[in-house]
């Protein structure tokens, strides 16, 4: 329907992966097979925490937390990808389209603020480990999660309105595999001079300053290993630090370079890359970085199996 030179869309069309027809059974499966890893490590991480009661500590309250996020992060792309991989049919209603989008930065900005919380739990245990219990009392710990959960839900909205009001043109192709609010933003006919200001300012606010927080929190931690403990403690730290920053680089990386550093010959196939980076991979390993090369949830999992065990 045409309105004033404009073009009320009803729909958008989803084109950001150029997948070979003959490649098309292979893509699905490798897709289906990284969602379904990322789901079953996920659910096994939260349904250990919440079985073992060695487990209830803020550590695993946070790790529950982002498993919980990476669950729906995930679920929130990937079924619409394999849908419409095997339907031919890449097109997602309006309305879809931008439910899709305020849950994916829903639980994407709940990310950033977990892998804080726990970068700064790691903190109070190895640079103050007499006074972890008082500092990370669950009081504390139970307001950090739910003012988290707060501040991304209000993010997520004001971004999901302000883009509703927004008009746009009769070119309804995404170039991603989901509603991308930058992408969203290029098809727009209206000024969009104040989403993109948002998205400057609080995009700092919830991506950079997060981002630099973990850094200096894992700077601290070197620093006072490398005063005190002996170099095979010092050795497993930096591995430790090691898997867990890769993780937080990859994911903060990929967002910062999308969203605040976007390129500017608006190569399709190197964001489609970054945002597969940070919307399916990192989910994926999560669970094997955070906490299924823990020897505490090793030991959880097989407390848990032994249990089935005897009760069978």
């Known amino acids: 329907m045409v309105m004033n030179n404009q073009t009320v869309v009803s729909q958008f069309l989803l084109l950001g992966l150029h997948i070979p027809p003959d490649h098309q059974h292979l893509f699905y499966v490798l897709f289906l097979v990284m969602y379904l890893t990322t789901v079953l490590g996920n659910l096994l991480i939260i349904i250990l925490i919440l079985l073992d009661s060695h487990l209830h500590t ?17 679920s929130v792309t990937m079924p619409k990808l394999l849908d419409s991989m095997q339907r031919h049919d890449p097109s997602i209603p309006y309305a879809g389209c931008l439910t899709q989008m305020y849950f994916l930065m829903v639980f994407g ?10 970068a700064y739990d790691r ?19 139970v307001y950090l999660v739910v003012l988290s959960w707060a501040l991304t839900v209000l993010y997520s909205m004001l971004h999901t309105l302000l883009l509703a009001r927004l008009s746009f043109c009769e070119d309804n192709v995404v170039p ?8 969203l933003l290029k098809l727009a006919c209206s000024d969009i001079y104040i989403n993109e200001l948002m998205i400057f300012i609080l995009g700092g606010l919830v991506i950079v300053i997060p981002f630099f927080l973990i850094v200096v929190s894992y700077v601290q931690i070197v620093s006072s290993i490398l005063r005190v403990s002996s170099a095979q403690v010092v050795y497993k730290v930096f591995s430790t630090c090691g898997s867990h920053l890769s993780v937080v680089s990859l994911f903060y990386g990929t967002i910062i370079g999308l969203y605040l550093c976007p390129s ?18 990192t989910p994926m390993l999560n669970p094997f970085i955070y906490s299924l090369r823990n020897r505490d949830m090793k030991e959880a999992l097989i407390s848990v199996l032994c249990k089935k065990k005897m009760s069978l």
């Open 58 to 74: 803020p550590m695993y309250l946070f790790l529950s937390n982002l498993s919980f996020s990476d669950l729906c992060f995930s």
């Open 109 to 118: 900005d709940m990310e950033s603020f977990l892998l804080v919380i726990m």
């Open 123 to 141: 903190y109070v245990a190895i640079c103050y480990p007499l006074h972890y219990t008082s500092i990370m009392n669950p009081r504390l710990c």
């Open 176 to 183: 991603q595999f989901f509603c991308d609010i930058s992408a």
């Open 264 to 281: 500017t010959n608006n190569s399709t196939v190197k964001e489609t890359v970054m945002a597969m980076m940070y919307t399916v991979v």
